[in-house]
């Protein structure tokens, strides 16, 4: 065992036109949204196929808007899987919703039609669903089996929370096309980043016009530039009490850099995930999630494993033992369930989510970036089997 490779859980890449188009900016004299912003927007646009990409600060913002432009008010039911991060959950208490949990597939770890549609048989007032791409799997959203699909038969809102998805498809078309809105996260972790930063997609004019009022204090901007001419520059109306969720041009300046990488940074994280896959997927005390979509459209942000009963470890004592030998893991998630605040205020047990537990209890998630080299990936493999099934064969490695 080489225990001088260290491999961190993720590693920025800034080796692109990062540099030179934050100086741009910075030289420019005007650091907030402008030029670099509007181009990012017109990039995702183009990218994605969708009418509208509105720049935001974070993917919480972006979740936020959503819901208000999708009319979610107090009181309203919003479905959404117990298996997210905390924030998929704290927009819908912004409008003063309830979050409605759900378990989810154990192969995927994402909602489905089948599941959404019997949380509807006992809770037919739902007024939206947030759906996850856990991982960066793009569930499947057309046809008789299509969340969306099911989603528009029942006149429910679907919003995407594609914080992991990016750039994901499924059957020729990018996440971000299916339900009302898509919500993009560019957290200094995700599949590209502009250090803080989000994406809203939606191909809808009255929810992209109330998204972009909000954004910006509810100031009314195409009004306002309307007017510009014939009115004092300072002056401007207000129509709603709005947000600062705007994204400056410093950020967008380094997302429009990671945009030119998108895809050759999502190749690179398929081959590392390909590797996991050829060597960890019969390794016993190991369950894999499944990859059913063809090669190219995973976004694969994450490589979450489970351990099983079979395991020699508890997950715990494999993280601590993975750190010794140099490897960073990462948890995706500790269930909303298990939150205080959604437990306490919801009456929430462990018992209504019999899938997410399971994951819960044995999971980890391996590194997986474009940076990771060759030697640093069967690090990660030769450790996760010695830890966890420790005298299974490992002789396909020796190649
Ligand atoms: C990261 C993440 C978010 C939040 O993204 P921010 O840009 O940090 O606000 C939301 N949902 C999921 C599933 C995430 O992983």
């Known amino acids: 065992m080489n225990s001088t490779v260290s491999v961190p859980y993720a590693r920025v890449d800034c080796s692109g036109n990062e540099m030179a188009y934050v100086r741009e900016v910075l030289e420019s004299g005007w650091l907030t949204t402008a030029s670099k912003t509007h181009a990012l927007e017109g990039a995702f646009r183009s990218m994605i196929g969708c009418g509208h990409a509105i720049a935001v600060n974070s993917c919480t913002s972006a979740l936020h808007l959503a819901l208000d432009a999708c009319g979610i008010g ?7 899987p117990s298996l997210t991060f905390t924030a998929t959950a704290e ?8 979050p409605l949990l759900v378990d989810v597939d154990p192969d995927t770890g994402c909602l489905d039609r089948s599941i959404v549609a019997s949380a509807l048989e006992h809770h037919p007032t739902v007024k939206a669903v947030i759906a996850v791409h856990y991982g960066g799997y793009p569930i499947l959203m057309h046809g008789p089996d299509g969340l969306a699909t099911l989603c528009r038969e029942r006149g429910i809102r679907l919003v995407s929370d594609a914080a992991h998805a990016l750039p994901a498809r499924r059957d020729d078309e990018y996440v971000g096309r299916a339900g009302d809105v898509t919500c993009l996260s560019f957290y200094a972790n995700k599949t590209m980043t502009t250090g803080e930063g989000g994406m809203l997609l939606t191909d809808d004019d009255e929810i992209a016009a109330r998204a972009k009022l909000m954004r910006l204090h509810g100031i009314d901007r195409d009004v306002w530039n309307r007017f510009i001419d014939s009115k004092n520059a300072w002056e401007y109306d207000v129509l709603a009490p709005g ?12 997302g429009l850099a990671q945009f030119e990488r998108l895809e050759g940074m999502r190749s690179a994280r398929e081959a590392c995930a390909a590797f996991y896959l050829k060597h960890l997927s019969n390794v016993p005390g190991l369950r894999l999630f499944v990859t059913d979509v063809p090669s190219g ?15 020699a470890v508890s997950r715990n004592d494999a993280i601590k033992a993975l750190a010794e030998r140099g490897v960073g ?6 269930p909303i369930h298990q939150l205080t605040y959604y437990r306490e205020r919801y009456g929430l047990t462990a018992e209504t989510f019999p899938e997410t537990e399971k994951i819960w209890r044995g999971c980890l998630s391996l590194p997986i970036y474009n940076l990771l080299s060759d030697r640093e990936l069967r690090h990660v493999v030769e450790s996760v089997i010695d830890i966890v099934s420790p005298g299974y064969d490992q002789l396909c490695l020796a190649n």
């Open 329 to 334: 893991t990462s948890v995706h998630y500790k």
């Open 243 to 254: 947000f600062k969720y705007n994204m400056p041009d410093i950020n967008a300046a380094v």
């Open 297 to 311: 459209d995973h976004a694969w942000h994450l490589f979450p494993i489970v351990l099983t009963e079979e395991a």
């Open 74 to 80: 107090p009181g309203d039911a919003v479905l959404l």
């Open 91 to 98: 927009v819908v208490r912004y409008m003063g919703a309830d």
